[in-house]
């Protein structure tokens, strides 16, 4: 369990791969969406243009630590990110995150598919025992991503975010390696 690059993983739908510079370009195309600005926590104006060197920066900072891919569809383009950091060799254990900024591609079931092939490289790959995770709890479509693919509320941390006059809460989340619970 180290920071080495990440495998490329393959689903039926998207490929998880290595950052390339070309990602930023597509990021930057696809602006900053509303729905997937709030739904990451942000609350700065979504009708500001995005260049690509913003976008690269954005892309990389989000890169530290561990595993952490480009999610690319078929053609091998450009949709998002996904990542598996802090790792913990002592617990055998991660935090996930994930983000679609392609706006077209939300509510697509792609968020799934990209976190289960994320789990089961994290479980069969690495050997975690546990990954774990944060997310708005106001985020319905992400918590129910993560419940399909089998992760359990195990916690509320209450206002966690001030946004639009009003405080949002956090919840965790976390998934057992299955081969640990028998």
Known sequence: MSG???PVIAGERVRLRSYEDRD???RASFGRNRQIVRALGGDLPWDLPLNPAEA???LTRRFGPGPHWIVADANDDF??????APLDAKTRSAA???AIYNPTQLGSGLGTEVTRLVLAYAFEGLGLHRVSLTVLADNTRAITCYERCGFTTEGRLRHTLWRDGQWSDDLIMA???PADER
Do not use: C, T, W
Not at 79 to 84: F, K, Q, Y
């Open 4 to 6: 080495e690059e990440a």
């Open 24 to 26: 930023a370009q597509v």
């Open 56 to 58: 690269a920066q954005q």
């Open 79 to 84: 949709l998002g990110v996904a990542r598996l």
């Open 96 to 98: 996930y995150a994930i």
């Open 175 to 177: 998934i057992l390696n």
